[in-house]
């Protein structure tokens, strides 16, 4: 990673530190409605005692939390690629809805 990469990615950690860098994002109504429609989701699968460790229910939302999390490095790699060759100035808000 060069120094402009290396410096994108410390000023991101930074105002993720601060507290609050989600907030915009978790105040919109898409979030809203998709984190109700997993809690939801998650209570009915639960059930009143929860989710045993090593369930197949919470092995599944491992696993698909574990793809979330691997697509969102991805596309977070994928941004700093965009922005380091300056092909796309506004990658950062480009697309996000």
Do not use: C, W
Not at 9 to 37: C, H
């Amino acid at each position: 990673m060069n120094d402009f990469g290396r410096a994108f990615t410390n000023m991101l950690y930074d105002r993720m530190e601060g507290g609050g860098f989600l907030q915009e994002l978790q105040s919109s109504p898409e979030y809203i409605k998709a984190q109700q429609v997993y809690n939801d989701a998650y209570e009915a699968l639960a059930g009143e005692n929860g989710l045993a460790s090593g369930s197949p229910e919470q092995t599944l939302l491992d696993a698909l939390n574990r793809l979330r999390d691997l697509e969102l490095h991805f596309i977070y790699r994928a941004g700093i690629q965009d922005g380091m060759s300056m092909t796309r100035p506004g990658f950062l808000v480009s697309g996000v809805a």
